[in-house]
């Protein structure tokens, strides 16, 4: 069983910066592809960006270029540094294992707002 715990939302400003971490529990953090998602009020789950387990990464169009996400093996933690950040950004933001179709985790979620 793997356990992901989110930390780092709360409000900012437009234009403003937060950086979400998400520690995993276990010992298949660095096997595994990670993922943020976000799901604004009202909306569905989106992805945001992936981190393959190589280091490849995939963002979202409409995070490009603003969001940053990476990973550090050593301490089983994925990030998602967000710059820029505008009101649609709003959201809660879960953090996502994956190791196959069968052994996948997700977090509780942690809410990004952004606000003036």
């Known amino acids: 069983q793997v356990q992901l715990v989110e930390s780092g939302g709360g409000l900012a400003q437009p234009g403003g910066s937060l950086r979400l971490s998400c520690a995993a529990s276990?010992?298949?953090?660095?096997?595994?592809?990670m993922g943020w998602y976000r799901q604004a009020p009202g909306k569905q789950r989106e992805l945001a960006a992936t981190?393959?387990?190589?280091?490849?990464?995939n963002y979202a169009d409409s995070v490009k270029g603003r969001f940053t996400i990476s990973r550090d093996n050593a301490k089983n933690t994925v990030y998602l540094q967000m710059n820029s950040l505008k009101p649609e950004d709003t959201a809660v933001y879960y953090c996502?294992?994956?190791?196959?179709?069968?052994?996948?985790?997700w977090g509780e979620g942690t809410l990004v707002t952004v606000s003036s």
């Open positions: 996502n294992l994956h190791f196959t179709d069968r052994v996948d985790y």
């Open positions: 276990g010992n298949i953090f660095r096997f595994s592809t």
């Open positions: 981190i393959t387990s190589g280091g490849s990464t």
